[in-house]
């Protein structure tokens, strides 16, 4: 990155070969310490950003407004997200059952003859991170990558969005200085910044795993150099993704309105730029939803989009739909100078969408496709054609028979949703955000307690001295940690 606007402080470091070793080369060196740390310890870290960045909430929204483009209401409760995951992610490192602790009693009786096994989660190392431009608080450079990444104990470096460039000095200015003051080594946090510097992140020797928020070629990208590694490394990325709808007849029939407005509501929420917005919705041919839900969008004003990139690739992606035989625009997606793009709205008969690769593609901003069906098989064969999604939703009445539609649908998505609408992702312990690819390169969630098993790896020790072995497996269980003991689950 160029250094000219940047403030002079640790975390931002510019993006020369050389500046990049060295941070690596710190981050190597607290990878070692943070394996020794015990959990309290981290947990009070993380809970420390959290505050940290809560007191600066006032001056980030708006630094983040200024880049952006997105409003003060949903940039604070982006915040609030931000700092909500920070925390969760502390309690599950309190409570100790993410180390996936199991413990083997030496049995000679056995065959083969069983030797003492005593297995647990420990970090990979360091962490790249990727940010995201459409979250420039929760998946950016204090996000839920980074939670995830120290909350398993690793350190983190993160390539800064060129979206957001002075959010991301300062968050990263906030996070380094919380760390510090909690007493956590030179190296656990570090920003850089550069299309050419995330390229040698991501190949680095000293990276163990990578993160990343955003398009299907640039993870892709990142991907396949992550593979391609002399020493492959994992890399989770999460990229495109349709989020298909399906409303039944009967669904259609009962609540046609409600069905209508509540997906205009879905489809426009954020500009249309959330990686869960209802793509394709498949509605069955005569239930007005679509005209119901032209009505629903109206005449809204213009938004602007995160960057001259995305509203380039929307208002291009849009354009392109207008040739496609079969398909009818119900509300015509415009570009006012200036001032933004407004939502655009389209139905396709289930022919044009089985034939249109163009009409089951991700197109991020403010549209959505309706695609009208006439029996459940058409249904069945549009659902076939589609590609892996982070969620699948279903608008049903009670009594259906919706078992296959169930079915097929919880092998494309990662998250079955069953009444309102995608958009919207809590952040719990039982939460999934991921799905097959394209939604993203791995089976693992994104967001939730779970996250932090993508920066972990299993290691046993076997017949190992007593002085030897971490605390977590250790006789007597001195965490009080819940464990698997000789096959039963025991709790604290």
Not at 205 to 231: E, H, Q, Y
Not at 336 to 343: L, S
Request: hydrophobic fraction near 45%.
């Amino acid at each position: 990155m160029t250094t000219a606007s940047a403030p002079a402080h640790a975390a931002v470091v510019a993006s020369t070969p050389d500046e990049l070793d060295a941070v690596l080369a710190r981050s190597a060196g607290a990878a070692e310490v943070l394996r020794t740390i015990p959990d309290e310890v981290r947990a009070r870290w993380m809970n420390a950003v959290a505050d940290a960045i809560d007191a600066a909430r006032d001056e980030l929204v708006a630094i983040a407004m200024d880049e952006t483009h997105i409003a003060e209401a949903r940039l604070i409760g982006e915040v609030a997200r931000t700092t909500g995951q920070l925390r969760l992610l502390a309690d599950v490192v309190r409570e100790g059952s993410y180390l996936e602790v199991v413990l083997d009693a030496a049995d000679p009786t056995t065959t083969p003859p069983r030797p003492d096994l005593r297995r647990l989660l420990v970090p990979l190392g360091t962490v790249a991170n990727f940010a995201a431009s459409n979250f420039p608080f929760a998946f950016s450079v204090a996000g839920g990558d980074t939670a995830a990444a120290l909350a398993a104990g690793c350190p983190v470096v993160v390539k800064a969005h060129s979206g957001h460039p002075r959010l991301s000095y300062r968050t990263a200015e906030v996070v380094t200085a919380a760390l510090e003051a909690a007493g956590a080594p030179e190296g656990t946090f570090a920003l850089v910044e550069g299309r050419e510097t995330g390229s040698a992140l991501i190949a680095h020797p000293v990276v163990k795993a990578g993160s990343f928020t955003g398009s299907v070629a640039g993870g892709r990208a990142l991907f396949d150099i992550a593979a391609g590694r002399p020493d492959p490394i994992p890399f989770y990325g999460e990229l495109g993704s349709v989020n298909p709808v399906v409303i039944t007849v009967d669904a259609a029939a009962a609540r046609a309105t409600e069905l209508a407005e509540g997906l205009v509501a879905s489809f426009t929420l954020g500009s249309g730029q959330l990686c869960t917005k209802p793509g394709i919705v498949l509605v069955p041919a005569g239930s007005g939803i679509p005209s119901i839900a032209a009505a629903a969008v109206g005449a809204p004003a213009p938004a602007r989009l995160l960057t001259d990139a995305i509203d380039a690739a929307f208002t291009g992606g849009w354009a392109q739909l207008g040739d496609i035989d079969g398909l009818t625009v119900l509300v015509d997606s415009t570009e006012i100078d200036g001032e933004g793009v407004t939502p655009g709205l389209a139905v396709a008969s289930v022919d044009a969408f089985l034939t249109e690769p163009r009409l089951r593609e991700e197109l991020f901003g403010p549209a959505t496709l309706l695609v009208e069906y006439t029996t459940p098989a058409e249904v069945f064969l549009a659902l076939d054609l589609l590609e892996g999604s982070l969620t699948g939703t279903i608008h049903a009445e009670p009594g259906e028979d919706i078992d296959q539609l169930v079915a097929v649908l919880s092998e494309r998505v990662g998250r079955l949703l069953f009444s309102g609408w995608p958009t919207g992702v809590a952040v719990t312990w039982s939460q999934q955000h991921g799905g097959p690819w394209p939604a993203t390169t791995s089976l693992h969630t994104s967001v939730g307690a779970s996250s932090l098993r993508r920066f972990l790896r299993p290691l046993t020790y076997q017949s190992a001295p007593e002085s030897v072995l971490p605390a977590a497996l250790r006789d007597g269980n001195p965490l009080g940690i819940p464990r698997r003991v000789n096959g039963v689950l025991e709790l604290p």
